[in-house]
């Protein structure tokens, strides 16, 4: 299944050509993640289609991620 993928911020250079992905059914956030090269500790927020999710969610055809590290600013 392909799934759409945008990386924020320092992640951004994380994202996939063409920002998509393809994955096996049933695969979940975690494991798109895993396939990205992005280690769970460097994802502060995760969005499926608009919606906060954990990285326990389970991705569906045409879903679309969004990857967010943690923000430090001053």
């Known amino acids: 299944m ?3 993928v ?6 951004a250079r ?9 994955l096996p059914e049933g695969a979940d956030v975690a494991e798109a993640m895993q396939r990205l090269g992005i ?3 460097d994802v502060k927020i995760l969005f499926v289609n608009g919606v906060h999710v954990t990285p326990q ?3 569906a055809e045409g879903d679309q991620l969004g990857l967010f590290p943690a923000v430090g600013g001053g």
Do not use: E, N, V
């Open 2 to 4: 392909l799934i759409h």
């Open 39 to 41: 280690a769970p500790d």
């Open 14 to 22: 994380k994202s996939p050509p063409g920002g998509t992905l393809d």
């Open 57 to 59: 969610a389970r991705l």
């Open 6 to 11: 945008k990386c924020f911020a320092t992640l």
